[in-house]
DNA sequence: AGGTCGGCCTGGCAGC
DNA sequence: TGCTGCCAGGCCGACC
C-alpha cells in the first residue's frame, strides 16, 4: 500500500517522464475515481493542458497543470501508475496520454508517453482543485506536517500528542498530525524508536519523543532509498518491484526474531490495524492485551 | 471533542 | 473440488 516512500518513488521516476507535456488524451474509465465530479467533466478540465509541476504531499501526488489546474491523486490501498504498459493492464481505471515534451530536441523526448492508473479495490481517487489557494486549502485540511520538514521536532510531535489518551500508533496514521505515514512505516518507527504501539500517546516522555521522530525520518528515508515497499500490488512505474518489504524489522514478520534483541516478533490489534511488535524492545503498557 | 467503529471494495485464502 | 465468508486497510462519516 502506497504510503510516503511509494508515492515519493512514483514522483520521482515519472515527474522527468511528463513534466512539461501537454495531456492530449485522458480517460477515466471508473466513475468512482473522479467523485464527486463526473469523468467526463474531469477528462475535459485536464485535456489539452500541459503539466508544470508533478509534486507531493504526504500520500497525495500532486499534478501541476497550466493555467492553475491541480489534480490530487491517492493511490489508497492498491493503486499503481504503470508508463508505457503493454497492451491494457488488468484492473485500469485511468490511461493518460501525453505529447512530446515542449520544446525538446532528443528522440526520447519527442516520443509520446502513456500512462495507466491500475487500481484493484478501486479505492483511489482524482481530485480537481481549481485556481489559486484550492490546492493549499485542501492540503492544510487534510495533512499535518511532512517528516522531513524542519519544523518536524519532538517539540511537534510533543504538540500533537498533548493530552491525547489514544494510542501512539492512531495518532501516528492520523494524516492531520504527521502527513505521510501509513500502517508498515507506524510499525517500523515504533520498532526503532522502541516504543510499544499502544502506549498512551499523551505519556511519552520527551526522550521518547525524540526517538520517535528519528524512527519516522529514518523508517521513511530508508523505504526511499530502497524504493519503497511491493507487499501485493505496489509497483514502480515500470512494473519493477520496490525492495524495502526485504528490510522490514518487524511488519509482517511475526513468529520470527527481533534482529536487536532475538526476541520473539508478534502480532497485534493496535488502532484497528494489523500491528507488528517486538515486545522485548517495545515494552508493553500494563493493561495491553495481546490477541493472536 | 476525542476516540472508536463501520463502510467502501475486491483478491486471496481458511475452513468446511 | 467448490463454495462461503472473512480479512486486509486509508480515509471518511457516524456515533458515543
Not at 87 to 103: H, K
Not at 139 to 153: A, Q, S, V
Not at 165 to 191: F, M
Request: glycine share 12%; net charge positive.
Amino acid at each position: 500500500m502506497p504510503e510516503l516512500p511509494e508515492v515519493e518513488t512514483i514522483r520521482r521516476q515519472l515527474a522527468p517522464l511528463v513534466e512539461s507535456r501537454a495531456l492530449l488524451e485522458v480517460a477515466i474509465l471508473d466513475e468512482r475515481w473522479s467523485r464527486p465530479l463526473h469523468p467526463r467533466e474531469l477528462e475535459e478540465a485536464l485535456r489539452g493542458r500541459t503539466v508544470e509541476r508533478l509534486g507531493r504531499r504526504g500520500k497525495y501526488l500532486l499534478w501541476g497543470f497550466s493555467g492553475d489546474i491541480h489534480l490530487a491523486q491517492h493511490l489508497r490501498m492498491t493503486g499503481s501508475v504503470l508508463v508505457d504498459p503493454d497492451g491494457e493492464p488488468p484492473y485500469t481505471r485511468v490511461r493518460m496520454r501525453f505529447g512530446a515534451r515542449r520544446g525538446a530536441g532528443a528522440a526520447g523526448q519527442r516520443r509520446q508517453v502513456s500512462l495507466v492508473v491500475t487500481d484493484p479495490r478501486r479505492f483511489g481517487t482524482g481530485e480537481l482543485l481549481v485556481g489559486g489557494d484550492a490546492l493549499e486549502r485542501f492540503l492544510d485540511e487534510r495533512l499535518g506536517l511532512e517528516p522531513f520538514d524542519e519544523g518536524f521536532t519532538s517539540a511537534y510531535l510533543r504538540e500533537i500528542v498533548r493530552g491525547r489518551t489514544a494510542p501512539i500508533k492512531a495518532v501516528l496514521l492520523d494524516q492531520r498530525r504527521v502527513a505521510g505515514v501509513g500502517n508498515i512505516y507506524a510499525d517500523e518507527a515504533l520498532h526503532r524508536a522502541g516504543i510499544h504501539p499502544l502506549r498512551p500517546a499523551g505519556k511519552l516522555t520527551g526522550a521518547q519523543l525524540e526517538r520517535l521522530r528519528e524512527g519516522i525520518v529514518g523508517a521513511l528515508a530508508a523505504g526511499i532509498d530502497a524504493r519503497g515497499a511491493s507487499i501485493d500490488d505496489f509497483r514502480h512505474v515500470d512494473g519493477v518491484r520496490g525492495s524495502f518489504q526485504d528490510e522490514f524489522r518487524v511488519h509482517l514478520r511475526a513468529g520470527e526474531s527481533c534482529g536487536v534483541c532475538g526476541g520473539p516478533i508478534v502480532k497485534i490489534v493496535a488502532a484497528g490495524r494489523g500491528t507488528y511488535v517486538c515486545e522485548r524492545c517495545q515494552r508493553p503498557p500494563r493493561q495491553a492485551r495481546r490477541t493472536r
